[in-house]
């Protein structure tokens, strides 16, 4: 990947041919290749396997059920039976996965922690498409959204669906401006939830 990098920025460098790109308008297009869901590879493997290998591919890390250690290699992930190991925890610092991959989410059914943390394609809807997955609304118990500028009020809001959430932690999201709608909001969606909020 570094030396892909530096080609890149080599490329980018010629000014004077007509090909020449915006290193950012690059990157953006292969992080959305590196989106693109395959439901064929998802019929093949099964949800949890094809979802590692997209989250890994995109720069996440995942935990299973009944382990502890977190996998982030993705020329090692685990093999044996396809059934075998379910996600339990998504971890996506610093990842670039974004709204067009969360159809890989959808068949997760044991996912309890997804951390969101400096994800810079990460948007509201997003978070919309998370809330209204069926599978995560009942097994998420626990979300950390930390640094993702492009998130608002009407992201944020719509985690109130994860009916079992019961930790909640926001930090650093310049684009949530009300927090006490927030917080009322929450209130009354999830009366049990634990909300901690590192908000200005």
């Known amino acids: 990947m570094m030396l892909f990098g530096k080609i890149s920025q080599q490329l980018c460098g010629f000014k004077k041919l007509p090909w020449s790109c915006d290193c950012r308008h690059f ?10 869901v395959d439901y064929e590879r998802i019929r093949d493997v099964g949800p949890d396997r094809a ?15 009944g382990q502890e250690r977190w996998h982030k ?25 974004m709204n067009i991959g969360f159809d890989y989410l959808d068949g997760l059914q044991h996912v309890e922690k997804i951390r969101l943390c400096k994800c810079h394609y990460i948007v509201d809807d997003c978070l919309e ?4 997955l ?19 009020d009407k992201g944020i809001i719509a985690l109130s669906h994860l009916r079992n959430l019961k930790y909640l932690l926001l930090s650093d ?6 927090k006490e709608n ?14 901690k909020l590192d908000l200005k």
């Open 27 to 36: 990157w953006g297009w292969l992080n959305a290749v590196f989106n693109k």
């Open 51 to 65: 979802a590692s290998e997209w989250l890994l591919r995109c720069g996440a890390i995942v935990r299973y059920h």
């Open 73 to 97: 290699d993705y020329n090692h992930l685990p093999t044996g039976p396809l059934d075998k190991y379910k996600i339990q925890a998504i971890d996506a610092t610093d990842s670039c996965i």
């Open 129 to 132: 498409k998370l809330g209204k």
């Open 134 to 152: 069926e599978n995560l609304q009942k097994s998420v118990l626990e979300m950390e959204i930390i640094s993702c500028g492009n998130v608002t």
């Open 173 to 178: 999201l310049p684009g949530v401006r009300e």
């Open 182 to 195: 927030l917080i009322r909001a929450f209130k009354t969606a999830l009366p049990s939830l634990e909300l």
